[in-house]
Every structure is written in structure tokens, then in C-alpha cells.
């Protein structure tokens, strides 16, 4: 039997849910925000997104990050894009560091990288501190990055990682 001040709770909840000022349920989409100022990232799904892609838009989770760290060949198609598109001009050959950080230990720039959704949101947008806008739809460029080869680039870094603790990114849930 449900004492006095949870049932206060579950009418307290309804009331506030049947007026909408709580939602009944979370957002149907993942909301990404830009490193450099916390304003929204207009990235929307597209026809030609595939599904992790539209998986990930809607969870805020990377479907390549367990892919690659289970499957060398998975992570393998994000190093050859990480090279394709010169990350290795300021993150170094794998990712270590050169003019730009290491994205590979457990010191980060921005402790939002913790997370894949935090990690996709400062290579999508860009940041302050030198990361240039890599997602076409952000920077107004389709021949930029799409979502799907970001969240593969994300997925081989993270079966880099040579940290040490924790890897929460293999572990998350939903973060909207």
C-alpha cells in the first residue's frame, strides 16, 4: 500500500502533466546544442541518413560506439574517414594530439565528451577554442560531413580510448 506522500506525488504529477507543465514523455527527438554557445544545432534527419544516423538523432545514442568497439572492421571505416576528412592534421595520426587536444584520454576539452552526444555536437558545430563546423547542414555546405560519418569517426575513437577508468559512452542511455 502506497503511503500518504506518494500518493500526494502520483496526484501532484497528474495534475501538473494534465495541465503541461510536465511532459507526459520526453521529447521524440535528441536535442543537440552547439559547443560554442548553447544555442540548438540544426540537424534534422534527411532520406539519406541511414539508420544509425536516424537512430541517433533520435536517442542521442551512437549505434557505432559498441559496433566498433566489438567489431575492429566496424571501427576501421571511422579512422579511414577521420583521415579522409584531415582530423590527423590537428589531432595527430591516431587522434594523440598534434596542434589540436588528444581525443583519445581522459583529459577533454570539454567535459561534455563524456558523451557521444557531447563529442558529435563539438565536431558538428565547431567550438571556440579552434574546431571548425564539419557538419554540412550546420555550416550550410552539403559537402561537408554527414551525421552518419561523424558518428562513425565517434565510434573508432572511442575504441581508441587509452584513458583508463570509466567509458560511460559504452554505456549510455538516451541523453536529450
Given at each position: 500500500?502506497l503511503?500518504n506522500?506518494?500518493?500526494k506525488?502520483?496526484?501532484?504529477?497528474?495534475?501538473l502533466?494534465?495541465?503541461?507543465?510536465?511532459p507526459?514523455?520526453?521529447?521524440?527527438a535528441?536535442?543537440?546544442?552547439?559547443?560554442?554557445d548553447?544555442?540548438?544545432?540544426?540537424?534534422?534527419?534527411v532520406d539519406e541518413?541511414?539508420?544509425?544516423?536516424?537512430e541517433?538523432?533520435?536517442t542521442?545514442?551512437n549505434?557505432?560506439?559498441?559496433?566498433?568497439?566489438?567489431?575492429?572492421?566496424?571501427?576501421?571505416?571511422?579512422?579511414?574517414?577521420?583521415?579522409?576528412?584531415s582530423?590527423?592534421?590537428?589531432?595527430?595520426?591516431n587522434a594523440?594530439?598534434q596542434?589540436?587536444?588528444?581525443?583519445?584520454?581522459?583529459t577533454?576539452?570539454?567535459?561534455?565528451?563524456t558523451?557521444?552526444?557531447?563529442?558529435?555536437?563539438?565536431?558538428?558545430g565547431?567550438s571556440?577554442?579552434?574546431?571548425?563546423?564539419?557538419?554540412?547542414?550546420?555550416?550550410?555546405?552539403?559537402?561537408?560531413?554527414?551525421?552518419?560519418e561523424?558518428?562513425?569517426?565517434?565510434?573508432?575513437?572511442?575504441?581508441?580510448?587509452a584513458?583508463?577508468?570509466?567509458?560511460?559512452?559504452?554505456?549510455?542511455?538516451?541523453?536529450?
Amino acid at each position: 500500500m502506497l503511503g500518504n506522500n506518494a500518493v500526494k506525488a502520483i496526484i501532484l504529477s497528474s495534475v501538473l502533466a494534465l495541465v503541461g507543465l510536465l511532459p507526459l514523455q520526453a521529447s521524440a527527438a535528441c536535442q543537440l546544442v552547439s559547443t560554442k554557445d548553447g544555442s540548438p544545432l540544426p540537424i534534422k534527419a534527411v532520406d539519406e541518413d541511414t539508420p544509425e544516423a536516424k537512430e541517433f538523432l533520435a536517442t542521442c545514442v551512437n549505434p557505432y560506439t559498441k559496433k566498433a568497439a566489438a567489431d575492429a572492421d566496424v571501427a576501421k571505416t571511422g579512422k579511414k574517414l577521420f583521415g579522409y576528412w584531415s582530423c590527423t592534421q590537428c589531432h595527430g595520426g591516431n587522434a594523440g594530439g598534434q596542434t589540436g587536444p588528444s581525443i583519445t584520454d581522459a583529459t577533454w576539452q570539454y567535459s561534455k565528451h563524456t558523451t557521444d552526444k557531447g563529442m558529435f555536437e563539438t565536431i558538428a558545430g565547431g567550438s571556440n577554442a579552434g574546431m571548425p563546423t564539419w557538419h554540412g547542414q550546420v555550416a550550410g555546405n552539403p559537402e561537408l560531413l554527414k551525421t552518419d560519418e561523424i558518428l562513425r569517426i565517434i565510434g573508432w575513437l572511442r575504441s581508441m580510448y587509452a584513458g583508463g577508468g570509466d567509458k560511460p559512452w559504452l554505456t549510455e542511455t538516451a541523453q536529450k
